[in-house]
Protein backbone atom coordinates (compact mmCIF):
# COMPACT_ATOMS: atom_id res chain seq x y z
CA UNK A 1 0.00 0.00 0.00
CA UNK A 2 2.95 2.19 1.05
CA UNK A 3 4.70 1.49 -2.54
CA UNK A 4 1.20 2.36 -4.31
CA UNK A 5 0.81 5.40 -2.63
CA UNK A 6 4.12 6.80 -2.77
CA UNK A 7 3.63 5.94 -6.99
CA UNK A 8 0.52 7.98 -7.07
CA UNK A 9 1.93 11.06 -5.16
CA UNK A 10 5.11 10.57 -7.68
CA UNK A 11 2.74 11.15 -10.49
CA UNK A 12 0.47 13.71 -9.23
CA UNK A 13 3.79 15.60 -8.32
CA UNK A 14 5.39 15.42 -11.82
CA UNK A 15 1.70 16.42 -13.05
CA UNK A 16 1.35 19.60 -10.95
CA UNK A 17 5.05 20.07 -11.70
CA UNK A 18 3.62 21.66 -15.01
CA UNK A 19 0.39 23.13 -13.61
CA UNK A 20 2.66 25.34 -11.16
CA UNK A 21 5.58 26.25 -14.10
CA UNK A 22 2.37 27.08 -16.22
CA UNK A 23 1.19 29.32 -13.29
CA UNK A 24 4.97 31.23 -12.05
CA UNK A 25 5.15 31.55 -15.77
CA UNK A 26 1.41 33.65 -15.60
CA UNK A 27 2.90 35.84 -12.68
CA UNK A 28 6.11 36.52 -14.39
CA UNK A 29 4.14 37.20 -18.09
CA UNK A 30 1.39 39.92 -15.78
CA UNK A 31 4.15 41.26 -13.98
CA UNK A 32 7.03 41.72 -16.42
CA UNK A 33 5.08 43.38 -19.39
CA UNK A 34 7.26 41.77 -22.56
CA UNK A 35 4.02 40.61 -23.68
CA UNK A 36 0.63 42.20 -23.59
CA UNK A 37 -2.96 42.27 -24.78
CA UNK A 38 -3.22 42.95 -28.65
CA UNK A 39 0.75 42.45 -29.09
CA UNK A 40 1.22 40.53 -32.46
CA UNK A 41 3.98 37.26 -31.19
CA UNK A 42 5.18 34.18 -33.04
CA UNK A 43 5.60 31.33 -30.94
CA UNK A 44 7.24 28.99 -33.18
CA UNK A 45 5.73 29.13 -36.26
CA UNK A 46 2.52 30.41 -35.20
CA UNK A 47 1.59 34.13 -35.73
CA UNK A 48 -1.34 35.67 -33.58
CA UNK A 49 -2.49 38.46 -31.78
CA UNK A 50 -2.79 38.38 -27.74
CA UNK A 51 -6.14 38.37 -26.55
CA UNK A 52 -5.94 37.54 -23.10
CA UNK A 53 -3.13 36.36 -20.93
CA UNK A 54 -4.82 34.45 -17.55
CA UNK A 55 -2.83 32.91 -14.84
CA UNK A 56 -2.03 29.38 -16.50
CA UNK A 57 -2.76 30.15 -20.38
CA UNK A 58 -3.11 32.59 -22.76
CA UNK A 59 -5.30 33.01 -25.47
CA UNK A 60 -4.08 33.80 -28.87
CA UNK A 61 -5.91 34.46 -32.17
CA UNK A 62 -3.87 33.38 -35.77
CA UNK A 63 -4.55 34.84 -38.42
CA UNK A 64 -6.69 32.22 -39.68
CA UNK A 65 -9.52 33.25 -36.72
CA UNK A 66 -8.78 30.43 -34.83
CA UNK A 67 -8.42 31.14 -30.75
CA UNK A 68 -4.91 28.93 -29.53
CA UNK A 69 -4.54 28.61 -25.86
CA UNK A 70 -0.76 28.30 -24.89
CA UNK A 71 0.26 27.19 -21.83
CA UNK A 72 2.48 30.00 -20.17
CA UNK A 73 5.60 28.48 -19.69
CA UNK A 74 5.80 28.18 -23.61
CA UNK A 75 6.44 32.51 -23.38
CA UNK A 76 8.99 32.03 -20.67
CA UNK A 77 11.24 29.27 -21.62
CA UNK A 78 10.85 29.36 -25.63
CA UNK A 79 11.92 32.45 -27.82
CA UNK A 80 9.04 34.22 -28.64
CA UNK A 81 8.96 37.26 -31.39
CA UNK A 82 6.93 40.07 -30.58
CA UNK A 83 6.66 42.21 -33.23
CA UNK A 84 4.47 44.88 -31.72
CA UNK A 85 6.91 45.37 -28.15
CA UNK A 86 9.50 47.70 -29.43
CA UNK A 87 8.05 49.83 -32.62
CA UNK A 88 4.44 49.04 -34.18
CA UNK A 89 5.92 49.05 -37.41
CA UNK A 90 7.89 46.42 -38.62
CA UNK A 91 9.67 45.35 -41.48
CA UNK A 92 9.08 42.77 -44.18
CA UNK A 93 9.70 41.39 -48.00
CA UNK A 94 8.27 40.12 -50.75
CA UNK A 95 11.04 38.53 -53.09
CA UNK A 96 10.87 38.40 -57.04
CA UNK A 97 13.19 36.91 -59.45
CA UNK A 98 13.26 37.70 -63.26
CA UNK A 99 15.05 36.85 -66.19
CA UNK A 100 18.23 37.34 -67.05
CA UNK A 101 19.11 39.97 -69.12
CA UNK A 102 16.17 42.27 -67.47
CA UNK A 103 16.94 45.95 -66.99
CA UNK A 104 18.15 45.67 -63.01
CA UNK A 105 17.52 49.27 -63.10
CA UNK A 106 13.76 48.69 -64.10
CA UNK A 107 13.30 46.29 -61.67
CA UNK A 108 14.24 48.22 -59.26
CA UNK A 109 11.92 51.45 -60.69
CA UNK A 110 8.84 49.21 -60.64
CA UNK A 111 9.17 47.21 -57.50
CA UNK A 112 9.77 50.93 -55.91
CA UNK A 113 6.51 52.21 -57.73
CA UNK A 114 4.41 49.08 -56.40
CA UNK A 115 5.42 49.67 -52.84
CA UNK A 116 4.79 53.20 -52.78
CA UNK A 117 0.80 52.40 -54.42
CA UNK A 118 -0.22 49.75 -51.76
CA UNK A 119 -1.67 50.69 -48.85
CA UNK A 120 -0.74 49.41 -46.23
CA UNK A 121 2.62 49.87 -46.55
CA UNK A 122 4.21 53.04 -44.64
CA UNK A 123 6.04 55.85 -46.57
CA UNK A 124 8.78 56.13 -43.70
CA UNK A 125 11.21 54.83 -43.59
CA UNK A 126 11.12 54.40 -47.09
CA UNK A 127 11.15 51.17 -49.00
CA UNK A 128 13.78 49.80 -50.88
CA UNK A 129 15.10 47.00 -52.99
CA UNK A 130 18.21 44.60 -52.21
CA UNK A 131 19.43 42.74 -55.32
CA UNK A 132 20.09 39.50 -53.31
CA UNK A 133 22.00 37.09 -55.75
CA UNK A 134 22.66 35.59 -59.80
CA UNK A 135 20.40 32.59 -59.21
CA UNK A 136 20.51 29.41 -61.00
CA UNK A 137 17.85 30.77 -63.59
CA UNK A 138 17.00 33.87 -62.35
CA UNK A 139 18.13 37.16 -61.23
CA UNK A 140 16.87 37.42 -57.28
CA UNK A 141 15.57 40.79 -56.14
CA UNK A 142 13.61 41.71 -53.11
CA UNK A 143 11.46 44.27 -52.06
CA UNK A 144 11.56 45.58 -48.27
CA UNK A 145 8.79 47.49 -46.83
CA UNK A 146 7.40 48.94 -43.23
CA UNK A 147 3.75 48.32 -42.46
CA UNK A 148 1.77 48.90 -39.16
CA UNK A 149 -0.46 45.78 -40.14
CA UNK A 150 1.73 42.89 -38.96
CA UNK A 151 -0.69 41.02 -38.31
CA UNK A 152 -2.51 41.10 -42.22
CA UNK A 153 0.67 41.44 -43.71
CA UNK A 154 0.38 38.27 -45.57
CA UNK A 155 -2.62 40.36 -47.24
CA UNK A 156 -0.59 43.47 -47.86
CA UNK A 157 2.59 40.96 -49.49
CA UNK A 158 -0.34 39.30 -51.59
CA UNK A 159 -1.46 42.67 -53.69
CA UNK A 160 2.08 43.86 -53.81
CA UNK A 161 2.73 40.30 -55.72
CA UNK A 162 -0.77 40.87 -58.15
CA UNK A 163 0.99 44.28 -58.55
CA UNK A 164 4.54 43.31 -59.02
CA UNK A 165 3.06 40.75 -62.22
CA UNK A 166 0.98 43.19 -63.35
CA UNK A 167 3.82 45.62 -63.98
CA UNK A 168 6.40 43.57 -65.27
CA UNK A 169 3.88 41.97 -67.45
CA UNK A 170 3.37 46.04 -68.74
CA UNK A 171 6.93 46.08 -69.06
CA UNK A 172 7.92 43.29 -70.11
CA UNK A 173 10.19 41.75 -67.55
CA UNK A 174 9.60 37.96 -67.05
CA UNK A 175 9.82 36.11 -63.87
CA UNK A 176 11.43 32.51 -65.26
CA UNK A 177 10.23 29.68 -64.24
CA UNK A 178 12.97 27.06 -62.72
CA UNK A 179 14.52 25.42 -65.37
CA UNK A 180 17.08 22.39 -65.34
CA UNK A 181 19.05 20.96 -67.83
CA UNK A 182 18.46 17.31 -68.56
CA UNK A 183 21.85 15.50 -70.33
CA UNK A 184 20.97 12.00 -71.51
CA UNK A 185 23.81 9.67 -72.19
CA UNK A 186 22.97 6.82 -74.16
CA UNK A 187 25.70 3.61 -74.61
CA UNK A 188 24.69 1.93 -78.03
CA UNK A 189 26.90 -0.87 -78.47
CA UNK A 190 26.68 -3.78 -80.87
CA UNK A 191 25.41 -6.73 -79.42
CA UNK A 192 26.32 -9.17 -82.30
Known amino acids: IIASVSALLIGV ?7 F ?22 VGDIVGEVEE ?9 DRNNIMLI ?17 DQKSRFSVSVGVAYGSD ?8 LECAN ?33 TFRVENTKSRLRFLID ?9 IPFPQHDLHIKSDFRNKT
Open 13 to 19: GFGLQNI
Open 21 to 42: NDFFSGIILLFDRSIKVRDVVQ
Open 53 to 61: IGIRTTKII
Open 70 to 86: IPNSKFTEDTIINWSHH
Open 104 to 111: VQKVETLL
Open 117 to 149: ETPDVEKKPISFVRFENFGSSSLDFSLFFWTYK
Open 166 to 174: QKFRASNIV
